[in-house]
Each structure stands twice: as C-alpha cells, then as structure tokens.
T-cell receptor
C-alpha cells in the first residue's frame, strides 16, 4: 500500500460544477497537507496548505482534512475550463525540513 | 515565492549519452531538491542539494547515475548519465521557502526528457 493514494482520473465535469478531489493516506504522522496544481507542460504550483484537521477556504477552493479517517479533499466551486489541470496532494510530518510525500495526481477536465 | 528557472525545458537524447539540467533561483536558498515525475506516477525525490556539501540521495538513486552540483546558493545542476529509455521523464527542480511558520516547496517548470 502506498503512503498516499490518489485516483488519477481523468475526472471530467461541466463548467460550473462543484469538483471534489480526494486523497487517502496511511501515515498518521502527517500533519501538513498541501494541494498543488500542475498545468500541462508546467511545474506544480502550490494552491493551498493546511495544518492538522479542519477546513481552509481560498476563493473558489476549499481544502478539508479529516485526520481521523486519513482523508483529505479539495473542493472547487463554480469550476472553470481554466481549472483543467492535474491536482496533486502532498503531505508531510511535523518538524525539520519539509519534504512532502506526493500523490499521483488527479487529472481534471472542465468542459464548457 | 522564488522564481525558479530550468534549462533546457525539453530535450530528446540518444541512449548512452548524458544530459545536464540547470536550475537557477532568483534568491539565495539553503536547500534545493531534484524530483522525477514519470507518467502516471507521483513526484519522486531524487536528491537534496545543499551548497558546500555532497548531495543526499534517496533510495534507488545513486550519484554515478545522477551527479549533482551545487556551486552556490542560487544554482544547481542535475546530470542524467548514460541514459536509457527508462530515464524518459520530467525532471523538476524545487526550493524551500518559509511560509506561515513552515517550509513549503516551490517548483520550476521542469525538463521534459525523452530518450530514444
């Protein structure tokens, strides 16, 4: 079993839909949870990060962490074609240098 | 966040040759990281490069295959040596920056390598 599991998709939704992207993990030491967005032919860019359990909102994006279930989610409201990209979850433990463990990424396609 | 430039952005190479990838950052950073991203796979850390010391390699990666240089606080190179088609991948340079009391990693655009 991999430390971080993420469905690669692709996930195809119509414009305006609410998108839910998810990751599960097995390492209970993970404390920091990140979502990166990667457009085709680009490097990953950090979207959001959260610490421990709870929700964090930034515009149309909401990150949710449920440590009891070892499950994290990224919700995208009012999805746009420009949101079409691969979304990678990443997570790390506390203390020391931050070297995250990444999921495989979920390919999202938002069609007009 | 720091601006990270990688060169080349892509290359097609012949089996048995070597390619050196450059990573330039617009600010001084202590640690730089090199990742590999194979199709359908998660980002895999190759090595961590600190200025003035030998790079630290992750399990499965060795210096003879992936020599790294870190001559100063803004620059690093990764060489992919004696390439085979299995080395076809995206190679990414990354740096750490402090954000909200935590170090976060930021990435360059990557080098897309195809080995024939």
């Amino acid at each position: 079993q991999k430390e971080v599991e993420q469905d690669p998709g692709p996930l195809s939704v119509p414009e305006g839909a609410i998108v839910s992207l998810n990751c599960t993990y097995s390492n209970s030491a993970f404390q920091y949870f990140m979502w990166y967005r990667q457009y085709s032919r680009k490097g990953p860019e950090l979207l959001m990060y959260t610490y421990s359990s709870g929700n964090k909102e930034d515009g149309r994006f909401t990150a949710q962490v449920d440590k009891s279930s070892k499950y994290i989610s990224l919700f995208i409201r009012d999805s746009q074609p420009s949101d079409s990209a691969t979304y990678l979850c990443a997570m790390s433990g506390s203390g020391g240098s931050y070297i995250p463990t990444f999921g495989r990424g979920t390919s999202l396609i938002v069609h007009p | 966040s720091a601006v990270i430039s990688q060169k080349p952005s892509r290359d097609i190479c012949q089996r048995g040759t070597s390619l050196t990838i450059q990573c330039q950052v617009d600010s001084q950073v202590t640690m730089m990281f090199w990742y590999r991203q194979q199709p359908g796979q998660s980002l895999t850390l190759i090595a961590t490069a600190n200025q003035g010391s030998e790079a630290t390699y992750e399990s499965g990666f060795v210096i003879d295959k992936f020599p790294i240089s870190r001559p100063n606080l803004t620059f690093s190179t990764l060489t992919v040596s004696n390439m085979s088609p299995e080395d076809s991948s995206i190679y990414l340079c990354s740096v750490e920056e402090a954000s909200g009391g935590r170090n976060i990693q930021y990435f360059g655009a990557g080098t897309r390598l195809s080995v024939l």
